[in-house]
């Protein structure tokens, strides 16, 4: 709170991106943690809640007859323009929002602050959601070919790779460490994916040091025994992931690339992904054609096609079509990528920020978009992780390494990501899910046709805080809804059958009921009226077919609550969900996102240049 020079702000304008003549008044407060826009009025007032670590940058513009603009872009692509009426408010906001989005030690972020109520058991348990060595025991390993090494116990080989790694066989603890020495950052060829059906595996590790003409006998001997893993292989592919042009230059400094001289039985292959700082710039290059108020046609798509960003996406996804699999939990947190310095979680170098995993978030999505059943999870869930990873409310994507996170304690200071997306799964569910494509359609095999005309603009993540744009309802959406429904009145139909097999039961006791004073009676001598039993279905008739239906307002209260209104459905209308995320921070997280791909679930509220990957097929 220190950092706070102006809690509140009273009469602040929120403008509409798309036109400045609509504009919102309310108030404007800072918090430790969160940004909070409030409307004024009486009724229902619509709360704008942003978190400090999703802001990316803060733009103070010249003052105006109305007051000074403030202009905040977001990490999640959502963009607030504030007009405050006192410049020295303004100037006071701008100078606390830079100290307090620029955080300089972990423990200033909020997953240390953020409290789900949940108790200690159960912040263990989410953690426990995922588990590595299940991943790798699915996969059929360890294995006559493949064990797990402590090699790098206590970090002591590699400092960003995992405690525990799976190597060949016959790599032993020399080899492994005179090959880790070869590469940069000593990051050596550590297993990644495996498959059990005919012994191909996935290795990864970094650039080699090897200059113009330096070699090392260990690291010959690691990539030998990577291709012995397989016996039905001759040889194994070393993909390098940068441009050639790239990979020669790092020669000058002392690095470079596998020389095919040196190292038997491997083909050699560059992909060409772009390093981080060109990736950096077409992002911002084509957040700008978003921002554009009113384009026409040509002018988004030249400015699209300028950007340069869909041909890095196909390049990523070539690269991944022919390398194959990639695990968030196991790829991307275990092995050490940089998070912190990627997605500026804290105060640093902004060159060194790049949207290297919105990219692979963005392929996965280009590949839903062509393999529509073969997902279980849909649109939603891809987004809800990616705004995940810049909020910094759960801790499953902090620092560079696991060593980093264990010397933090993360596991047991902040709570996991995973357990929240599990237990609001339904969410997430994709209703054209086939749980039977792999078998049916076999492994996926994108097309690889020009981006043009293939790759999508993903409007539903770059553009899903503009509800003006896409009105329209996406064809998922829409059968969530569907889903839904259903679901909804087969529910209804049980609780009805239920009711039914009552009636049925409370006829047959009134029957016997009715029968024993009829008995009764003809003892005594006494006639019973018609009339004796009144208001009960026998009334009209023994069976229960010809019994009519009741309306709601001819039925009791609990007749009245069996019938579905629209009322009792949960709306898809995004104009209908305007209550703010309080605890997590974002806006609106529960709307529909303009190309109505993606619903954001309220809670309680290119690659590193350096990486190679070895191929055994």
């Known amino acids: ?36 826009f409030v ?41 607030i323009q504030l007009v ?29 602050s953020f409290n789900p109520k949940l108790d200690k058991e159960e912040r263990e348990q989410g953690w426990k959601l995922v588990d590595l060595n299940e991943e790798y025991n699915r996969m059929g390993i360890p294995n006559n070919y493949w064990q797990i090494s402590d090699v790098n116990r206590d970090y002591g080989v590699c400092d960003s790779y995992p405690t525990e790694v799976y190597v060949p066989k016959s790599a032993t603890a020399h080899i492994i460490v005179g090959s880790s020495k070869f590469r940069s950052r000593r990051r050596f060829p550590a297993l990644s994916y495996y498959c059990k059906d005919n012994n191909a595996s996935i290795c990864r590790s970094s650039q080699p040091l090897s200059g113009f003409s330096a070699r090392c006998l260990e690291d010959e001997q690691m990539l030998q025994a990577i291709r012995k893993a397989n016996p039905g292989s001759d040889f194994i592919y070393v993909v390098d992931t940068r441009p050639k042009l790239n990979a020669m230059a790092n020669r000058a400094a002392g690095k470079g690339y596998e020389n095919e001289d040196n190292y038997s039985n491997i083909k050699f292959q560059f992909i060409g992904i772009e390093n981080i700082h060109v990736m950096r710039n077409s992002l911002q290059k084509m957040l700008e054609v978003c921002e554009l108020k009113s384009p026409s046609m040509s002018d988004f798509l030249w ?71 073969a997902f279980e999870f849909n649109e939603r869930f891809l987004i809800h992780i990616q ?73 539903g993540m770059y553009n899903r805080f503009e509800k003006g744009l896409h009105p329209r309802q996406s064809v998922t959406d829409y059968l969530m809804a569907v889903k839904e429904e259903t679901q909804q009145l087969e529910e209804e139909l049980e609780v009805l059958g239920e009711r039914l097999a009552n009636l049925q039961k409370s006829q047959l006791n009134d029957n016997k009921f009715k029968s024993k004073h009829q008995d009764q009676g003809k003892h005594l001598g006494l006639s019973t009226s018609s009339n004796s039993i009144a ?5 009209y008739s023994n069976d229960l077919k010809s019994f009519p239906s009741r309306s709601p307002s001819q039925g009791d209260e609990e007749d009245s609550a069996l019938i579905l209104t629209q009322d009792n459905l949960k709306s898809s209308d995004p104009d209908l969900s305007a209550n703010s995320d309080q605890e997590s921070g974002v806006e609106d997280l529960s709307c529909r996102s303009p190309s109505g791909g993606g619903c954001l679930p309220s809670e309680d509220s290119g690659k590193d240049s350096d990486e190679a990957v070895f191929l055994a097929v």
């Open 39 to 79: 409307e004024n009025g009486s009724e229902a007032r619509k709360e704008t809640w942003v978190l400090h670590s999703q802001i990316s940058s803060i733009e103070k513009q010249a003052t105006t007859a109305t007051g000074c603009p403030l202009l905040i872009r977001c990490k999640n692509f959502q963009v």
């Open 303 to 373: 400015g699209l096609e300028n950007s340069g960003w869909l041909k890095h996406i196909k390049a990523i996804m070539d690269a991944g079509i022919f390398i194959a699999k990639v695990l968030i939990e196991k790829d991307w947190v275990a092995f050490g990528h940089k998070f912190s310095h990627r997605y500026g979680n804290l105060d640093g170098d902004p060159k060194e920020i790049s949207p290297v995993i919105d990219q692979f978030l963005e392929c996965v999505w280009q590949l839903m978009e062509q393999f529509p059943c």
């Open 535 to 539: 208001n009960t279905p026998q009334e």
């Open 387 to 459: 705004h995940h990873i810049y909020s910094c409310q759960f801790g499953n994507f902090l620092c560079n390494s696991q060593k980093e996170r264990r010397e933090l304690k993360i596991q047991e200071r902040t709570y996991s990501l995973w357990a929240h997306l599990w237990k609001n799964r339904a969410d997430y569910l994709n209703p054209l899910y086939r749980p039977d494509h792999s078998k049916t359609q076999g492994t996926l095999c994108p097309q690889m046709t020009p981006c043009n005309f293939l790759y999508k603009f993903w409007s």
């Open 84 to 112: 405050i009426p006192q410049e020295r408010d303004c100037h006071d906001i701008y100078i606390s929002l830079i100290r307090l989005t620029r955080p300089v030690k972990y423990e200033e972020l909020y997953c240390f």
């Open 1 to 36: 709170m220190e950092h706070i020079r102006m809690p509140k702000v009273e009469n602040v304008r929120l403008l509409d991106r798309l036109s400045s003549r609509k504009a919102t008044l309310g108030t404007l407060y800072l918090t430790a943690t969160h940004v909070i």
